[in-house]
C-alpha cells in the first residue's frame, strides 16, 4: 500500500517540539522523503532523527534573513506545515507594547515569511500547506488579546493565501486547536504556578474540565493527523478552510 506522502517533501516550522515535532513525525512515518525543519532550539533540532532526509533551519522565523537564505533548501517541496508560535497572556490594559510585539512577530510576522517563502519556492505547482492557528483566534477570551489576535490575523492570512493558491490547485488551510497538551503552555503564568502546584498532568486536566464540553485537550498526535488530512489528496478539494478541533470549545 503506498503511504499518503511518498516520495514528497514538506516544511515544518516549529519542528522541535509539540505540534510540530508531531507534525513531522506523521509526516515522516506516512512515507514522506524529505523534511525540512526550522526551529529556533537548533540542539534540539540536531537531536531529530525521523528515518528520512532532514534539512535543518535553526533559527527564528520571524527572522527575514532565515527565508532569503533557506530559499535553495524550499527546491521542490510539496508543502509546508507554518506551525512555529508563542503563547502569553495579559489583560489589554496591562500589556505592554514589547509583549505585544513578541506574540505578533512570532505568530503572524513569522507566519507571513513562511507563508511567502513557501508560496516563491512552490510557484506554479500544485501542493498543500496547513497553518495552526487556536480557536482563540475565533473566540474572545479576557487575556489573551495579543495571541487571539495574531491567531485571528493568521486565519485571514490563510484565506487571502488560499485564493491566490488555488489557480495553481496550491491548497491552504488552517487548524484550530483549543487546548493541547504542548510546552507552550508552561508560559502562560497561570497553568506554570498550576502546574507547579498539582503536576502538569493534573492542571491539564483541571483546565479541560473547565472549558471544554469533551472534558479533555488534545495530544499533539491528534492534531498532526489532521493536519495530515488537510496535507493529504484525501482533502484534495478542501481549501480556504478552518478546521475546529476544540473539544466543543466553541460551542
Known sequence: MTLPYTDRAYLVTGAASGIGLACAQHLAAGGAARLVLADRDAAALA????GCTLDLLPGDVADEALWDEAAAVLTGIDGAVVNAGVAGAGAIGS???AEW????????DGAFLTLRAVLRAMEGRAGAIVAVASAAGIKAEPGVAAYGASKAGLIQ????AAKEGAPQRLRVNAIAPAGVETPVWD???MFAERAAAIGRD???????????PLGRYAKPEEVAAQVGFLLSDAAALVT???LVSDGGYLL
Do not use: C, Y
Request: net charge positive; hydrophobic share 65%.
Open 47 to 50: 537531536r531529530l532523527d525521523l
Open 95 to 97: 500589556l505592554s507594547f
Open 101 to 108: 510585539r513578541r506574540i505578533l512577530s512570532v505568530n503572524l
Open 157 to 160: 492570512l490563510v484565506k487571502v
Open 187 to 189: 508560559a502562560v503564568p
Open 202 to 212: 493534573a492542571a491539564f486536566a483541571e483546565l479541560a474540565a473547565l472549558a471544554t
Open 240 to 242: 480556504g478552510t478552518v
